[in-house]
């Protein structure tokens, strides 16, 4: 039986302390430019949202702005009248706001089971708001503003939001590298600056002799925005960042294969599917990153992926890539991974493949995400190198 460790990174492997400080840079300088500035940004928010099942900062950014926008509108509904952000800037501008309040939590909670994974988080809740969601967002639904907000988060270039939070991540040097455009503020990466190791150089160099002598096989699971597959070059440079090139090599694993966000970006073009669909929780990325741990190659592990879920002969494509049984252990701080593998574990069932899954939670101090950790029957580690040294025994 070969045994395969599947790792995400934020949280896990590395402290996504860049992430979190650029989020909340983001909201404060939007709230700012709304003469919102009296709002204290909630910094418990983004682990709430991922213990939702929101993973995407550009999501958490959008959603938590609409809320407040939301709570504006309740009190001078005028401004439900308003179509973009620019233009809300202007009607804010000479209104008494400083009696606003907003219960970020409550709200978001509230919001939980409409951000589904399809087309995205943001766009599933616009989608009910335009339906039976109205009381979701009561003052904005319907309106051309809520459209402005949730409709395009992942359109980089008429994303305001979006734009600005990835200037903040990689910093003004790589994003006219990457993207071949001016950023708004000149400023050093936030990940380079700020992220920490979670995984001690022992743990690393661990999982890496492992790999090295075949004891095991390991890959990077992960929504973190990022290069093509290994091997492609043809791709538009703008589509993509090396942001989880940069954690996994800030923790010195980068000959881990990984499944990233832009590896999904890559495939769901030759799909015809927006990555959202691809990413975790659904089984697509569990399956290609167990095939890519095994054999190194993510274009093969990611074609692969696709063929297992459409394949009319599943237990014959299953055995072109996996052994008739694999042990794999996910490292997690958050459920959507651990159920995206055991997903994927209950379809190569049906392909003949006994997978048995063990699900590792890493204890964040977020006490929602640890409980919807343990009802997954993941065991809950102190830290990733608690939880690799009693995955490895």
Aim: proline share 7%; net charge negative.
């Amino acid at each position: 039986m070969k045994r395969i460790l599947l790792f995400d990174l934020d949280g896990v492997l590395i402290l996504p302390r860049g992430y979190r400080a650029a989020v909340h840079d983001t909201l404060t300088y939007f709230l700012e430019d709304l003469h919102l500035s009296h709002l204290a940004v909630d910094d418990g928010l983004p682990p709430l949202f991922e213990s939702l099942g929101v993973t995407s900062e550009w999501d958490m950014i959008a959603v938590s702005l609409a809320v407040a926008l939301d709570a504006a509108a309740g009190a001078f509904p005028h401004l439900a009248q308003v179509g973009t952000l620019v233009q809300m800037k202007t009607a804010m501008e000479n209104l008494d706001l400083h009696e606003l309040r907003v219960e970020w939590r409550e709200r978001v909670r509230a919001l939980g089971p409409f951000m589904k994974r399809e087309p995205s988080p943001s766009e599933a809740l616009l989608a009910a708001c335009r339906g039976n969601g109205t009381h979701l967002l009561p003052n904005l639904s319907g309106r051309e503003i809520l459209e402005d907000l949730l409709g395009r988060t992942r359109a980089l270039w008429s994303c305001p939001t979006t734009r600005f939070f990835q200037n903040l991540a990689l910093g003004a040097e790589m994003f006219r590298e990457y993207y071949d455009q001016e950023p708004y503020l000149e400023v050093p990466s936030y990940l380079l600056a700020m992220d920490e190791p979670l995984a001690t150089p022992e743990t690393s160099a661990r999982i890496l002799a492992g790999m090295r002598s075949g004891a095991h096989f390991a890959a990077a699971l992960t929504a973190r925005p990022s290069l093509p597959p290994r091997g492609v070059t043809n791709e538009p440079r703008e589509e993509y960042s090396p942001e989880a090139e940069l954690a996994l090599q800030a923790v010195g694993l980068s000959e881990l294969p990984s499944v990233a966000w832009g590896r999904l970006v890559y495939q769901g073009k030759k799909l015809g599917k927006s990555p959202d669909l691809l990413l975790k929780p659904a089984p697509t990325q569990a399956l290609a990153g167990m095939a890519a741990a095994l054999t190194g190659d993510e274009v093969g592990a990611l074609d692969w992926a696709a063929e297992m879920l459409t394949s009319p002969t599943p237990a014959e494509t299953a055995k072109r890539m996996l052994p008739e049984s694999l042990e794999v252990h996910v490292f997690e701080d958050s459920p959507v991974g651990i159920l995206a593998v055991q997903r994927a574990a209950d379809l190569l069932a049906q392909a003949a493949v006994a997978v048995q899954v063990r699900g590792w939670g890493i204890a964040s101090g977020h006490p929602e995400k640890t409980e919807a950790l343990r009802a997954l029957g993941a065991e809950i580690c102190e830290d990733v190198n608690q939880a690799v040294a009693r995955a490895l025994g």
